[in-house]
């Protein structure tokens, strides 16, 4: 199925109900009034997923949408972040494997987390949690600004949510003790200043602990969130498939693809092709 063929789902540009339509207009007449609209960063589909956050509830969302402004501000991500260089990043990645690696069949990007592998003792004798938190609004950036657009170009339509995969091979009580901490500082990240990005999530080599402990976090969560999260014992790969082509997938997750060099440092993905990267 071409990407082209998927249906816009509710909320989004192009399928908004009169009550959503009218929400979005009086959103966007506040901040505007209250001088903190952007208009080159607050287009209509960064503003619907605030809205959608808060289920279109203007009070809730403003209150969001002004926090997170706060919070760019203060740690100037529209400014002196981007001079910030991680010049550890190939010895962070060892203990700390994370990557893009091209898209699913819906036109997302895809993101893995080797979670089994986070040797977190490791990770900070070498940088900071300071620089790890930089580096990780970074690339945030860097998925808003030149993976989804590329991706959009590619399919034809409005890209704005990834896949992301959190493979817990070999992963143990203590270890993911140790490294729970920061992997909830990072979530908070994407969950108050970056929602809606999450499109799919599958986690995959989910050792029994894990499933007990999502079967009491479950009822927790919101229906629309527990829908999109997978959680995969080591016999993942036929279902993760249905939504991954096997050339878009390392082979070390049961996929086709060898990179050279390795699939970890590659990143490919059409924010690599010419054809539909953003202009400089």
Request: proline share 5%; net charge neutral; glycine share 6%.
């Amino acid at each position: 199925m071409s990407t082209t063929d998927i249906e816009i789902l509710p909320g989004r540009v192009g399928n908004l109900s009169p009550e959503q339509q009218h929400a979005l207009d009086e959103f966007k007449d506040l901040i505007k009034a209250e001088g903190i609209f952007a208009p080159e960063r607050h287009d209509d589909h960064y503003v619907l997923r605030f809205l959608r956050a808060r289920k279109f509830h203007i009070v809730n969302t403003h209150k969001m949408f002004v926090d997170c402004e706060n919070w760019r501000k203060e740690l100037q991500v529209d400014g002196a972040l981007h001079d910030f260089v991680f010049e550890e990043e190939d010895a962070v990645r060892k203990c700390y494997p994370r990557y893009y690696h091209n898209i699913d069949k819906a036109g997302r990007p895809i993101y893995i987390e080797h979670v089994g592998a986070i040797d977190i003792k490791t990770l900070f004798k070498i940088t900071t949690e300071d620089r790890m938190t930089k580096q990780h609004v970074l690339s945030y950036e860097k998925l808003i600004k030149e993976r989804m657009p590329a991706c959009s170009k590619l399919a034809g339509r409005h890209i704005e949510q990834g896949c992301t995969i959190l493979d817990l091979k070999g992963v143990s009580i203590r270890q993911f003790a140790s490294a729970f901490g920061f992997i909830k500082r990072t979530s908070a990240i994407a969950q108050n200043y970056y929602p809606e990005m999450m499109g799919k999530m599958y986690v995959i080599n989910a050792p029994m602990m894990f499933t007990s402990v999502w079967g009491m976090i479950k009822p927790l969560l919101d229906e629309v969130t527990v829908k999109k999260i997978v959680i995969l014992g080591s016999n993942y790969k036929e279902e993760m498939l249905k939504d991954i082509d096997p050339a878009n997938l390392p082979k070390s997750l049961g996929g086709a693809c060898e990179c050279p060099g390795g699939c970890e440092t590659g990143e490919p993905g059409p924010w690599k092709d010419p054809r539909y990267m953003n202009e400089k």
